[in-house]
């Protein structure tokens, strides 16, 4: 077979799968139009309640004579443009009263709507979101998912998703199958012990696994059948909510030791076992467990940990734009000075993943590595760590500074974050503290000695009041020549002269959904380190030379759907060139490994779901 023809019969096979797949209570997705019909097997108000076959006002006459909705709807038949101008019309009545952007007081109103819609026609909720993905993307995930979750009792109303719980240890294996959909590619779990920077949420962080499955599902094109929120209730420690009333999780503290990780490896068993190609994303788990349970799974099962590893490759390739925006050579890179506020598994992922980076650029030996590690100060809530600290983590350890070196810069044990960059006047400072304002006047003013002739500030944490620091505050003292980049959006900053401060957002969006995307189409029996280094220096080198130079050193969410389809590319490769590719669907390993680059690109295309209403016919059980 010719490698056209064998990539023909993938896309075609796919949608057949797709056809495949209906025999169940599932539907399909199709990505064109006037393909093959889906087969329901209900009728009447239990399609217009299901929000995987509901068409609402777009439902035909014929259709609805088929599906005996006659009735049941207003006469006028719509168009899906007609639906989506309706709904839009509904939704911009919020911004007559609201501000733009982040700060935007109707975040939440936007949010209840967007929701609403979400429950009752899945394929316009994803229409809506990817054609106005710069708009919405802060409304159904960061910032506004933070402010969702610190509300979730409040705003619940139709379940989403599926909450395992420490009270139904010994059961996950069975209640697993009660989960519809009998395929499932990707789940996102977290145990609500750390959303954001908004501490422990407990019960109602299912939210983030919300959010971030909406960004699989809009920049991915993961069939929204297919992918699984999860929320494992192990308790909490959050004092207020274990006294709410109202609160929907289990009212007492967390497990922790051995009782912890025992629910944890049977959810992780239940849904492997009943879906052994499902991958599982890990999300905003305090930091004293992700490191742990990425140890314990990520050679065994198709797993990562978003925040460690996905916000280390975002943070990789913001540092290496950061390099090149100074007009100097890539090669340059391990010679850059990082400051980084924050020790915890965000903080401590960047610093381990970079050092790597700088490792492979300078030979990629021991030595290499040894001497990479030098090019970190890390600073946490006491100050910075040093070999002196006391019950020091053993994960920060390896970036602890030498007594020696410290007393030679004029620092010690526990140094504030101000005398950090005045004396290491670094090119580089990153915040992953969840600290609002952190990077003060007096730092940033500190940061002015900085050695780069274009001082980067990475001010990563979310939500936007947990910002280290505004674009405002960096460009107001560094001057027009600051690299900027945020976590949650802020806008471009206009300094005068028609000069404009370039607001970047560096967040792990822009990673985790191709990651998922090329493990779910190579088929990798694991997540290697290779991949997500891929994945990193694919985004570094979507930014063209002369973005960088203007300090833009992220692309625009709007291109968020291309890059993921880069990103995922880069992945597979990756996977087959490291043979962990096993394949996916009718495309077995050895026909990947023939791809070519481009042919690569093709095959992510053509498997990318895309909103459009398939034709629906109905057949009796
Ligand atoms: N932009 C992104 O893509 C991205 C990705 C992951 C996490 N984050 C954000 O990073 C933040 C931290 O996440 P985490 O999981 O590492 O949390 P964490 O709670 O594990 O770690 C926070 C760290 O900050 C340190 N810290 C607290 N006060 C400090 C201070 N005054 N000065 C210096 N350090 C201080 C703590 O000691 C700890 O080491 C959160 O706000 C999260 O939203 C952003
Ligand atoms: O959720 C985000 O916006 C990024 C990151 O995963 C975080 O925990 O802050
Ligand atoms: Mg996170």
Same mark, same amino acid.
């Given at each position: 077979?010719?490698?056209?023809?064998?990539?023909?019969?993938?896309?075609?096979?796919?949608?057949?799968?797709?056809?495949?797949?209906?025999?169940?209570?599932?539907?399909?997705?199709?990505?064109?139009?006037?393909?093959?019909? *889906?087969?329901?097997?209900?009728?009447?108000?239990?399609?217009?309640?299901?929000?995987?076959?509901?068409?609402?006002?777009?439902?035909?006459?014929?259709?609805?004579?088929?599906?005996?909705?006659?009735?049941?709807?207003?006469?006028?038949?719509?168009?899906?443009?007609?639906?989506?101008?309706?709904?839009?019309?509904?939704?911009?009545?919020?911004?007559?009263?609201?501000?733009?952007?982040?700060?935007?007081?109707?975040?939440?109103?936007?949010?209840?709507?967007?929701?609403?819609?979400?429950?009752?026609?899945?394929?316009?909720?994803?229409?809506?979101?990817?054609? %106005?993905?710069?708009?919405?993307?802060?409304?159904?995930?960061?910032?506004?998912?933070?402010?969702?979750?610190?509300?979730?009792?409040?705003?619940?109303?139709?379940?989403?998703?599926?909450?395992?719980?420490?009270?139904?240890?010994?059961?996950?294996?069975?209640?697993?199958?009660?989960?519809?959909?009998?395929?499932?590619?990707?789940?996102? #779990?977290?145990?609500?012990?750390?959303?954001?920077?908004?501490?422990?949420?407990?019960?109602?962080?299912?939210?983030?696994?919300?959010?971030?499955?909406?960004?699989?599902?809009?920049?991915? =094109?993961?069939?929204?059948?297919?992918?699984?929120?999860?929320?494992?209730?192990?308790?909490?420690?959050?004092?207020?909510?274990?006294?709410?009333?109202?609160?929907?999780?289990?009212?007492?503290?967390?497990?922790?030791?051995?009782?912890?990780?025992?629910?944890?490896?049977?959810?992780?068993?239940?849904?492997?076992?009943?879906?052994?190609?499902?991958?599982?994303?890990?999300?905003?788990?305090? !930091?004293?467990?992700?490191?742990?349970?990425?140890?314990?799974?990520?050679?065994?099962?198709?797993?990562?940990?978003?925040?460690?590893?996905?916000?280390?490759?975002?943070?990789?390739? =913001?540092?290496?734009?950061?390099? &090149?925006?100074?007009?100097?050579?890539?090669?340059?890179?391990?010679?850059? /000075?990082?400051? #980084?506020?924050?020790?915890? !598994?965000?903080?401590?992922?960047?610093?381990?993943?970079?050092?790597?980076?700088?490792?492979?650029?300078?030979?990629?030996?021991?030595?290499?590595?040894? *001497?990479?590690?030098?090019?970190?100060?890390?600073?946490?809530?006491?100050?910075?760590?040093?070999?002196?600290?006391?019950?020091?983590?053993?994960?920060?350890?390896?970036?602890?500074?030498?007594?020696?070196?410290?007393?030679?810069?004029?620092?010690?044990?526990?140094?504030?974050?101000?005398?950090?960059?005045?004396?290491?006047?670094?090119?580089?400072?990153?915040?992953?503290?969840?600290?609002?304002?952190?990077?003060?006047?007096?730092?940033?003013?500190?940061?002015?000695?900085?050695?780069?002739?274009?001082?980067?500030?990475?001010?990563?944490? %979310?939500?936007?009041?947990?910002?280290?620091?505004?674009?405002?505050?960096?460009? !107001?003292?560094?001057?027009? %020549?600051?690299?900027?980049? *945020?976590?949650?959006?802020?806008?471009?900053?206009?300094?005068?002269?028609?000069?404009? =401060?370039?607001?970047?957002?560096?967040?792990?969006?822009?990673?985790?959904?191709?990651?998922?995307?090329?493990?779910?189409?190579? =088929?990798? &029996?694991?997540?290697?380190?290779?991949?997500?280094?891929?994945?990193?220096?694919?985004?570094?080198?979507?930014?063209?030379?002369?973005?960088?130079? /203007?300090?833009?050193?992220?692309? !625009?969410?709007? *291109?968020?759907?291309?890059?993921?389809?880069?990103?995922?590319?880069?992945?597979? &490769?990756?996977?087959?060139?490291?043979?962990?590719?096993?394949?996916?669907?009718?495309?077995?390993?050895?026909?990947?490994?023939?791809?070519?680059?481009?042919?690569?690109?093709?095959?992510? /295309?053509?498997?990318?779901?895309?909103?459009?209403?398939?034709?629906?016919?109905?057949?009796?059980?």
């Amino acid at each position: 077979m010719t490698l056209s023809s064998s990539l023909r019969r993938s896309s075609l096979v796919h949608r057949l799968g797709s056809v495949a797949a209906q025999a169940g209570p599932s539907r399909p997705f199709t990505t064109s139009e006037g393909s093959r019909p *889906s087969i329901v097997h209900k009728r009447s108000l239990d399609i217009l309640h299901d929000p995987w076959f509901n068409k609402g006002t777009a439902f035909s006459m014929t259709e609805r004579d088929r599906l005996d909705l006659r009735g049941l709807l207003p006469p006028n038949v719509m168009t899906t443009q007609q639906q989506i101008d309706r709904f839009m019309v509904d939704l911009k009545r919020f911004e007559l009263h609201a501000r733009d952007g982040p700060s935007d007081t109707n975040a939440l109103a936007k949010w209840r709507i967007l929701n609403r819609l979400h429950d009752r026609n899945e394929t316009m909720y994803y229409k809506v979101l990817i054609d %106005n993905i710069e708009e919405y993307a802060p409304i159904v995930y960061t910032p506004t998912v933070g402010l969702v979750c610190q509300n979730y009792s409040g705003l619940f109303r139709r379940p989403r998703g599926m909450y395992f719980s420490a009270e139904d240890r010994g059961e996950m294996m069975s209640m697993v199958y009660n989960w519809p959909a009998e395929q499932v590619d990707m789940i996102v #779990v977290t145990d609500g012990s750390r959303i954001l920077g908004l501490g422990d949420l407990g019960v109602q962080g299912i939210g983030i696994s919300i959010g971030k499955l909406d960004l699989y599902v809009a920049a991915a =094109g993961i069939n929204p059948q297919r992918v699984l929120p999860v929320m494992v209730d192990v308790g909490t420690n959050n004092e207020k909510l274990l006294k709410d009333p109202l609160y929907l999780g289990l009212q007492q503290h967390r497990l922790d030791g051995e009782d912890y990780l025992s629910v944890i490896d049977e959810f992780m068993e239940a849904v492997f076992t009943r879906w052994p190609h499902v991958i599982v994303q890990f999300e905003d788990f305090q !930091s004293k467990w992700a490191f742990k349970l990425l140890q314990r799974y990520r050679n065994t099962y198709r797993m990562f940990n978003d925040d460690v590893q996905g916000t280390a490759g975002v943070a990789i390739a =913001g540092l290496l734009g950061a390099v &090149r925006a100074q007009g100097r050579p890539i090669i340059d890179f391990p010679k850059q /000075k990082i400051v #980084v506020a924050g020790a915890g !598994s965000a903080g401590l992922g960047v610093v381990n993943a970079t050092r790597k980076t700088m490792a492979r650029m300078l030979g990629n030996n021991e030595s290499a590595f040894a *001497s990479a590690r030098s090019q970190f100060w890390l600073v946490d809530a006491k100050g910075l760590i040093t070999e002196e600290r006391p019950d020091i983590d053993p994960d920060a350890l390896p970036f602890a500074r030498k007594l020696r070196d410290v007393a030679h810069q004029g620092l010690r044990e526990g140094a504030s974050l101000v005398e950090v960059v005045s004396k290491v006047k670094p090119d580089v400072l990153l915040g992953l503290s969840a600290v609002g304002g952190l990077f003060s006047k007096e730092v940033l003013e500190a940061l002015k000695h900085s050695s780069s002739t274009r001082p980067a500030v990475f001010a990563m944490s %979310n939500p936007t009041k947990n910002a280290e620091c505004t674009p405002e505050e960096a460009f !107001s003292i560094l001057g027009e %020549n600051a690299i900027f980049a *945020s976590g949650s959006p802020f806008s471009d900053v206009n300094l005068g002269d028609g000069k404009i =401060g370039h607001c970047n957002q560096g967040n792990n969006m822009y990673l985790f959904p191709g990651i998922g995307l090329g493990t779910l189409l190579s =088929g990798a &029996r694991v997540v290697s380190d290779g991949m997500l280094q891929a994945a990193a220096e694919c985004l570094a080198a979507y930014m063209k030379e002369e973005e960088v130079l /203007k300090g833009i050193v992220y692309p !625009s969410i709007s *291109s968020i759907r291309d890059i993921t389809k880069e990103v995922a590319t880069a992945v597979i &490769r990756e996977a087959v060139a490291e043979d962990l590719a096993e394949g996916y669907r009718d495309m077995d390993a050895q026909e990947l490994q023939r791809l070519d680059k481009e042919e690569t690109l093709e095959y992510v /295309k053509n498997n990318m779901w895309s909103p459009v209403y398939p034709t629906l016919v109905y057949r009796k059980d």
